[in-house]
């Protein structure tokens, strides 16, 4: 059957229904006690919403049952519900190691039949080598995802190692699908971040040995060796498969090429600044 199960779809409209009629104060049934029993009613019912629809849907409903019911007792209720909510699924089995050639297409991949996982299927020494930062960037990122790490599939985890020459630069990019948590491993590093629109903000900072920053998921953010011998950094993701988008590399380098006009206009520079540019990438 197409879509969602009858019971389940029964049991989401009924809470929106239910909490919007109390919300407006047409709760049913009569008097203090029919009033209470509806509301209980109601809270069940929007326990099971809540569970389906997560954190926030947890908070509008929780400032209704409060103005019904006061606070005694519902911020518990609540509490437990949206701990519940904000937790990660279940796994339904110890492990689903990637079958990168299944044919099989998913939002991720198929899993190895778990007869044929063996030991290295769990092991990754992709990260102990430097990598080669004899390139105009100065840098080079070493990454550890479900592609070359299959033991990550269904995890929610993904790392990577970045090398920097004397002052190598990881240009401005993101992330698309992970946060990311950035230790400096060995040298000195200019770490920042730039904020959505409108405000734009930067934060930036210079980190040492053993330091940490976060990005946000889907900020524009880079690193700069600023120190005067090379640098490692360890970053970790909360995906199997992060991605990145490289802004130079998307607005200059796409395929096919994005209009040098539409550029032009969008960077207010000449159309020649632009075709310069796109000569590099």
């Avoid at 326990?47 to 954190?55: A, D, N």
């Avoid at 080079?140 to 070359?148: L, R, W, Y």
């Avoid at 159309?271 to 310069?276: C, G, M, N």
Wanted: charge should be negative; charged fraction near 15%.
């Amino acid at each position: 059957m197409d879509g969602e199960d009858p019971p389940r779809i029964g049991t989401r409209l009924e809470a929106f229904v239910v909490a919007r009629q109390c919300g407006l104060g047409n709760c049913s049934g009569g008097g203090s006690s029919g009033h209470k029993l509806s509301t209980v009613a109601g809270l069940v019912r929007v326990c099971l919403c809540v569970l389906q629809e997560g954190v926030y849907v947890c908070l509008v409903f929780g400032s209704i049952l409060v103005m019904l019911m006061g606070s005694q007792g519902v911020w518990g209720f609540l509490a437990v519900t949206c701990s519940i909510a904000l937790a990660d699924e279940t796994p339904l089995q110890d492990f689903c190691v990637a079958d990168l050639n299944s044919p099989v297409f998913v939002n991720g991949f198929a899993c190895k039949d778990p007869k044929l996982v063996q030991l290295d299927d769990f092991f990754f020494s992709g990260l102990s080598k430097a990598g080669n930062t004899s390139n105009a960037l100065g840098s080079e990122v070493t990454h550890g995802f479900v592609t070359n790490f299959p033991a990550l599939n269904t995890l929610g985890i993904g790392i990577a190692r970045i090398d920097f020459a004397p002052h190598g630069l990881n240009p401005p990019h993101y992330h698309p699908r992970a946060s990311e948590i950035l230790t400096v491993i060995e040298g000195t590093l200019l770490a920042g971040f730039v904020t959505s629109n409108p405000e734009n903000r930067l934060f930036a900072k210079v980190l040492e040995k053993g330091e940490s920053v976060v990005y946000p998921e889907a900020l524009l953010h880079f690193q700069q060796n600023v120190g005067n011998g090379n640098a490692v950094a360890l970053a970790v993701f909360n995906s199997q498969n992060p991605d990145v988008n490289t802004i130079a590399n998307s607005v200059f380098g796409s395929n096919p090429a994005i209009s040098s006009d539409i550029l032009a206009k969008a960077f207010q520079v000449s159309k020649s600044v632009i075709d310069d540019i796109k000569s590099k990438f």
